[in-house]
């Protein structure tokens, strides 16, 4: 199971299901926008958080306009955090997760939520790997109750691994290796990342997948799998009173068995060349272009880097009313779709990319020098004022929706918390945003979109060259979607 990284908003941009609207009644757009920032307001306020003798962090988000909660654990572990040549692990280990323990047989926990109307999922990232159930608030202490065994009493066996083992490289076979795109982004992120683990997928290497045994899932449990290396988010209809005598009674009787340590990775040299990746398969029937560079996280950047690297982001492609789309989309006709994005959400440093794919008579280069133009306008020239207030308004709109998730809100809180940073951070991120100006702007685009410093891929439907065009281009205009990053479900 994967997940896709992306800037602080997409943690909660993949919530999936929104259980609870304010009205039934149509309701004028700045009324509901106003009831949604105070809501949010009360959520930030009512936010708590503790931990659990054993070193199980615990946050509660109160929300109460529906009788639905989500249980989120957060194991503060990822793809980035193997062992050198165990690549696939901590994904194949999410897998392992749904097997029998010492108390309860294989799949009970699934049926039992099943049965009451729940839902459940898993998925792994470069930084973390989070196990969540959404389901009634009475079934609250069901959830932690399994939750909380097979952080213990997991039961591994050799028959076991060897059957998800297959299941985990079929998975690799369907979603990778049948897939140019994901091949491409694969030898993308190896070129973009040349010493740090980002550079491997999340998934795992095939052949080193392959070997993957008992020995190894034994000692990643036993490492990584322990109560002080993980968050518990509970969102919805609770209180932190209840939540803190439940886990207490659950997680709280689970032992600290081990002690990971800092997370201390490899990290990238000074990059100093432009490179570029190509890849040319029949099955593709959109060609496509991106160009990515490395760029600080919120978890790394410089105070007000993250944040402006974000805006940038918004202002250059990533909405509509952007740059990019404009010109190359709306104006030119150009593009069938092109945006910008920023991957700012790791541990680690993150990256920063612009896309598109060409319409009509154009060609991959022509849609390269098109986004490559708006780029250097923006390092030569900057932003207005009343751009980057659009440009903010936008972005800050977004997220106050987003927030109206409860699942939403757990994911935020969860992955925020997984790659170090803070619930204070949370809560001041939109005044940062706020603070961001046009100057701003203008010095991280030049600090870090240096052209020479890139990485360039070209996706075709057949062998050539990006400056000619090919037969299989679509003639549909669409926004399009920044390239997944990094999660597997």
């Known amino acids: 199971m994967l997940l896709a990284q992306g800037r602080l908003v997409a943690a909660f941009v993949l919530s999936g299901v929104v259980f609870a609207s304010f009205s039934t009644l149509p309701v004028r757009a700045e009324t509901k926008t106003a009831t949604l920032v105070a809501a949010n307001a009360s959520i930030k306020n009512d936010v708590s958080s503790f931990h659990l003798e054993n070193g199980l962090e615990v946050v509660v988000i109160p929300d109460h306009r529906a009788p639905v909660v989500t249980h989120m654990l957060w194991y503060h572990v990822g793809s ?56 009634a608030p009475q079934a609250l202490e069901m959830a932690m109750t399994y939750e909380a065994d097979r952080m213990e009493n997991l039961i591994l066996n050799d028959e076991v691994v060897k059957t998800e083992r297959d299941v985990v490289l079929e998975e690799r076979r369907s979603r990778v290796d049948s897939n140019p795109s994901s091949l491409l982004s694969e030898e993308v992120n190896a070129t973009l990342y040349q010493n740090h683990p980002y550079r491997m997928p999340v998934i795992g290497w095939l052949h080193e997948m392959e070997k993957l045994n008992l020995t190894d899932a034994l000692a990643f449990y036993q490492k990584y799998y322990t109560p002080n290396n993980a968050t518990l988010v509970v969102s919805g209809d609770v209180d932190s009173a209840t939540v803190k005598a439940l886990a207490e009674k659950t997680y709280g009787k689970v032992p600290r068995r081990a002690e990971p340590g800092k ?198 439907p057949e062998a050539g060259t990006p400056d000619k065009k090919t037969e299989n281009q679509t003639q549909n205009a669409g926004e399009g979607e920044a390239p997944a990053q990094g999660v597997v479900q």
């Open 80 to 135: 980035a955090d193997e062992e050198p040549g165990k690549s696939g692990i901590a994904h194949f280990f999410e897998h392992l997760m749904f097997k029998a323990t010492k108390t309860y047989p294989a799949g009970e926990f699934s049926r039992k939520v099943a049965e009451i109307g729940g839902q459940e999922n898993a998925f792994t990232s470069y930084d973390y790997t989070a196990f969540y159930q959404q389901l």
């Open 263 to 460: 997370r201390e990775r490899p990290q990238e040299p000074e990059q100093n060349t432009k490179r570029t990746v190509s890849l040319a398969d029949p099955r593709v029937s959109q060609p496509s272009f991106q160009k990515m560079w490395l760029a600080p996280s919120y978890t790394n950047a410089k105070p007000g880097e993250a944040e402006a690297l974000d805006l940038l982001s918004e202002i250059l492609g990533g909405s509509a009313r952007s740059r990019i789309y404009q010109t190359l989309v709306v104006k030119d006709g150009s593009a069938a779709s092109a945006g910008a994005y920023y991957q700012g959400s790791s541990l680690d440093d993150g990256s920063f990319g612009v896309y598109g794919s060409p319409r009509g008579d154009a060609t991959l280069k022509d849609v390269e020098n098109g986004i490559d133009a708006q780029v250097a306008r923006i390092i030569k020239d900057g932003v207005t004022e009343d751009e980057l207030e659009k440009a903010r308004n936008r972005f800050l709109k977004s997220v106050i929706f987003a927030r109206d998730s409860q699942t939403g809100m757990a994911r935020i809180y969860g992955s925020t918390l997984s790659t170090g940073q803070t619930i204070k951070d949370i809560e001041e991120w939109p005044d940062r945003i706020k603070a961001v100006k046009v100057q701003d702007i203008q010095d991280v685009a030049k600090r870090y979109l240096v052209d020479s410093r890139s990485v360039t891929s070209y996706l075709m």
